[in-house]
C-alpha cells in the first residue's frame, strides 16, 4: 500500500499559519510583490470557492474578489516547511518519496492491515501539531490511485481506495482528477467520450495496473539520482532590461545549483528556455567537459547559451534553467582557487541553512524583489 500526503494549499496555509489574521480570509499568494501585476501562484479555500486559482491573473482575481488578502511569495519559507515535513515523515521508517515540494509517498508494502488508515490518521495529526496546518491523505495499492485519493476528500480528508470501492470511487472521479490526465492527454481521451476514471478504466485497465507500489518502479522515485534539476519563473510582464534578465537567470542558476549541492550532484550541461513576443520558445543546451554544482558557474554557462538569441535585446517573459548530464560528485578540487571557491560555496550554504535560503545571496538578485 501506498500512503500519498498531500498538503492543503500549502502556499497559502503556511501563510495563514504564520499571520491568523488570514485565517478564513479570501487570500491570494502572488508570484510578485506587486498585487495587480503579477499571477496567483497560490490560493486558499476560500479564494477557490470564488472561482480564483493557481495561474490567474491577479487583476483578474480581484476583478472577482476586489477584498482578497495578498501576500507575495516566499519561497525559502515554503521549501524550508517542506523539507521540515519530510525529515517529519522519515520518523515513521517507511520508504519515503518526496514527490514534490507538497506531496509525499509512504511505501508500506507488507504491512498488516488496518495499519495504513492508522498511520494516516496519525501523520495527519502531527502535521497540523508541528505546523498548524492541514494536509490530505490519500491510500491505495499504487501511487497513482493514492494520488488521485488524497484529492477526492480535500482539505484535511483522509481517503481509501480499495477492492470494495474501486468502481464506485473511478466512476465518480472526473478523468481529470488522475494524475497526468489534465493537459493534452485527457483533453484527446475526452474528445473519445471518456470523462471519469472509470471510463478509462475499461479502456484501459492496464493504465491502472502498471503503476505499482513499489518506488523503485515508480518514475517519480527519489532514491535514485534525478535525470535533471531545473527552476523556471515568469515575469508578470514583458521584461526588456538586460540587468533584470541576467539577475532572474543568476537566481534560477543558484536555485538549480542548491539542489545539486544537496543531493551531492554536479552537472556537465545545462540548458537555457526563454520565451518572449520576439523569439516565442528558445531553448538551447551546452554540454562541458567538467562538471558543476556552482551557481555562478551555471548561471556563466546559460549566458553563453543566451548569446545564440538571434534578436539583440528581445523582451522576456519567462525563463528556465535546467541542468542535466548529472553525476555524483566525487571530484576533489585541486588549485588553490578551487579550493577557495569551494569552501566559500560551503560556508554559504551552512548560513543560508541556519537562518534561512537566501539570507546570503548574489547581489545581482536583488533586482528580482
Known sequence: MIVHIDMDAFFASIEEAINPRLKGRPLIVGSRGNRMH?????????????????????????????????????QAKYIWTSEQIFELLKGFNFPLNYASIDEFQLDLSGCPEPKPVSLGKEIKAQIYANFNITASVGIAKN???????????????????????????????????????????????????????????????????????????????????????SHSYTLPRDQI??????????????????????????????????????????????????????????CQRALKIMEKLNHKNPRIRAIGVTCSSLSLNVYQPLLSEEIRREGLIQALDRINNRFGEGVIHPAITTLTR
Open 38 to 74: 503579477t499571477v496567483v501562484c497560490a490560493a486558499n479555500y476560500a479564494a477557490k470557492a470564488l472561482g480564483i486559482h493557481s495561474g490567474m491573473p491577479t487583476r483578474r482575481a480581484y476583478s472577482i474578489y476586489s477584498k482578497l488578502e495578498f501576500v507575495a511569495a516566499d
Open 143 to 229: 501511487w497513482l490511485l493514492a494520488k488521485l485519493a488524497s484529492k477526492l476528500n480535500k482539505p484535511d480528508g483522509l481517503t481509501v481506495i480499495d477492492d470494495s470501492n474501486f468502481e464506485q470511487v473511478l466512476r465518480k472521479a472526473n478523468l481529470d482528477k488522475l494524475c497526468g490526465m489534465g493537459g493534452k492527454n485527457g483533453q484527446i481521451l475526452m474528445a473519445k467520450g471518456l470523462k471519469t476514471c472509470w471510463d478509462l478504466y475499461l479502456n484501459l485497465p492496464e493504465f491502472f495496473n502498471n503503476n505499482p507500489g513499489k518506488f523503485d518502479e515508480d518514475p517519480g522515485k527519489t532514491n535514485e539520482k534525478p535525470k535533471s534539476v
Open 241 to 298: 532590461n538586460h540587468q533584470v534578465i541576467m539577475a532572474w537567470i543568476r537566481l534560477l542558476s543558484e536555485m538549480v545549483a542548491i539542489r545539486l549541492r544537496q543531493q551531492d550532484l554536479v552537472s556537465a550541461t545545462v540548458h537555457l528556455w526563454l520565451t518572449g513576443p520576439e523569439i516565442c520558445n528558445f531553448g538551447a543546451q551546452k554540454a562541458y567537459q567538467v562538471s558543476t554544482n556552482d551557481g555562478y558557474e551555471i
